[in-house]
């Protein structure tokens, strides 16, 4: 498909105030065919509405003008797009009123814990008002599962092995084992479990 749809805004920078909403805006453009105004539309929430066409390179840069001021929560608001080839395309944006709340904090909360988080948000765009909310959630546990290892060899005989833990950390005075197995010669052979032990001590 040769259609390009690009540049939605809504005249301001990310955030706006609802009642100063004036239009939506969004480019369209095809390269290899015209595009066509007739085909070529605005529908807010599953209803085709009037769409003016301002000429840019290769296409237009379409405009819709809401008629008032929505605050049901959310806007759909798509695009579609036609060339004079008969090709279509539709875009949809999702559009959110009021909070738009997004916990990215990266904390290591540690294995198999309980954290409550609260948030609370100021709308001071329409019908200005606070609201908080509150929820929780637990942090994996650490798993059971074998340590990783590599094997090189040193020479034809002797191999030599390096064991990569799931955690790195271990603490002072704490006594840890390690056990190797289901290692297999050439034939087969495999060698009988070997275990051993290390404790760390604090250096001086």
Known sequence: MTIVIDNFSIGVENWIKVSSLNYFAVDVIDTAY?????????????????????????????????????????????????????????????????????????????????????IRASNLAFCPNTEAESFYFETADLWALDLAATINPVGYVDLNASIYPQSTAFFYGQTYTITVSGV?????????????????????
């Open 34 to 118: 015209g595009i066509s105004t007739a085909g070529t539309y605005f529908i807010h929430d599953s209803q085709v509405v009037s769409t003016t066409h301002s000429g840019i390179a290769d296409g237009y840069r379409c405009y819709y003008t809401p008629s008032g001021v929505y605050s049901d929560g959310t806007i759909d608001l798509t695009i579609h797009a036609e060339n004079t080839s008969s090709g279509v395309v539709e875009q949809t944006f999702h559009l959110l009123y009021g909070y738009n709340v997004i916990f990215d904090e990266l904390i290591d909360w540690g294995p198999h814990t309980e954290v409550i988080t609260t």
């Open 184 to 204: 297999k010669d050439f034939n087969s052979n495999e060698m009988e479990p070997y275990t051993f032990s290390f404790t760390i001590e604090k250096g001086t």
